[in-house]
Each structure stands twice: as C-alpha cells, then as structure tokens.
C-alpha cells in the first residue's frame, strides 16, 4: 500500500519561499500523476498544481508564477516551492496520488502538513 | 467548471440516513468522486466514477449520478460518519475548480 508523507518547514516568514517534500513508499512515483492540494484553517479544498512522474507539470494560474512543482524519481520524492507567500498561504498542504495510469480519483493522500506564513 | 454541493450543512440523528448532492455546470459524465474529511486528518476517497465504493468503505456508502447531478447517500448513520464530504470531477480539464465546496455533516 503506496503511503505519502509530506514534510517541511511548520513555519514560514512573509515574502519567503515555502518549501515542502512528500516522501513516497511503497509504490513508485513513475506512471502516476501527483497534485498537490492545499486547505486554508476552515475552508475547502484548492488545487495547486499537478505533475506526472515523468516531470510534467501544470499549475493553478492563481498560483502559476509563484509555485513550482518536481519529481525525484530516484529519491521517490515529490517537491513544492511557493515563492513570495503571504498570510494568505497559510493552509495544510497534501500531496495526494491520482488513480493508476491517468489524471482521475484522488486514492491516497498524505496526512498533510500545516504552514503558517507569519513573521 | 463549477461544482456546487448542497447543501452546506446537514443535521441528520444517528440511524438515519443522509443524501448529499453535487452538481457539476457542465457534464461530466460518470467520472465523479467523493471523499470524507473528518477533523485533522486527510480526505479519504469514499466514491469514483460516480458510484463505485474504494476500497475497505464500508456498503452504507453508496454514490448515484452522472451527467451534472450527483448523490451521495448515507444510511444508517454510524458516529464516524459525520464529518465533510467533497465531491470532485476529473472529466474536464483544467482541474483547478474540480472540487465542490463540501457538506459538513452534522449530529442533530
């Protein structure tokens, strides 16, 4: 059973770069998409971005050019950076893996990490 | 791409049974999920392609739908089922809006 961990800094100062990993075991990153999913303390769910195991990527345009998503397929390791954050970054963060072979159901998920932007 | 659930609270008494919908503003044929969030853990997948059960959830669980309405029905309220459900497609792209915005379902 493919198990997801996301790790990273717990707090981050305005204007800084957020960066966190996901660590996955027991499956490969290979022939898989990978989102990364964020949730505001109280809210619902936003879509950051997604990438394939072969280092596609695409992006939320509200987020586009301020977030990069990257894949370590030797590390089996997923990457986000968020660049010049604000309070409003504050959120849990999930890397989450789609459904076997193409961009459906989202089957596991971390148990998500939570950033707080503040100086 | 809106996806629209209603509605955004639910009280519903333990033993009963509780119907939650998404709607989607343009179809999505069958291929729809649904999850469960309860406090301070992740979504976990309940439903995909609209009414197959992932794995280990239990058969009170059940999903109905395609097209642009969906149902997600509940029966028998155990205690660990209140909690929030999303709904998501993944038939239109981009994926940016393919999460409604949850039903929090409550103990009356």
């Known amino acids: 059973q493919v198990q997801l961990q996301e790790s990273g800094p717990g707090l981050v100062k305005p204007s800084e770069t957020l960066s966190l990993t996901c660590t996955v075991s027991?499956?490969?990153?290979?022939?898989?998409?990978w989102s990364w999913i964020r949730q505001p303390p109280g809210k619902g769910l936003e879509w950051m971005g997604y990438i394939y195991g072969s280092g596609s990527a695409d992006y939320n345009p509200s987020l586009k050019s301020r977030v990069t998503i990257s894949v370590d397929t030797a590390k089996n390791l997923l990457s986000l950076n968020l660049r010049s954050v604000t309070a409003a970054d504050t959120a849990v963060y999930y890397c989450?893996?789609?459904?076997?072979?193409?961009?459906?159901?989202?089957?596991?998920w971390g148990q998500g990490t939570l950033v707080t932007v503040s100086s | 791409m809106v996806m629209t659930q209603s509605p955004a609270t639910l009280s519903v008494s333990p033993g009963e049974s509780a119907t939650l919908s998404c709607r989607a503003s343009q179809s999505v044929s069958s291929n729809l999920a649904w999850y469960q969030q309860k406090p301070g853990q992740a979504p976990r997948l309940l439903i995909y392609?609209?009414?197959t059960r992932a794995t280990g959830i239990p058969a009170r669980f059940s999903g109905s739908g395609s097209g642009t309405e969906f149902t997600l029905t509940i029966s028998s309220l155990q205690s660990e089922d209140f909690a929030v459900y999303y709904c998501h497609q993944y038939n239109n792209w981009p994926p940016w809006d393919s999460f409604g915005q949850g039903t929090k379902l409550e103990i009356k």
């Open positions: 027991g499956g490969s990153i290979s022939s898989y998409y």
């Open positions: 392609g609209a009414s």
């Open positions: 989450a893996r789609h459904s076997a072979g193409w961009f459906g159901e989202l089957t596991n």
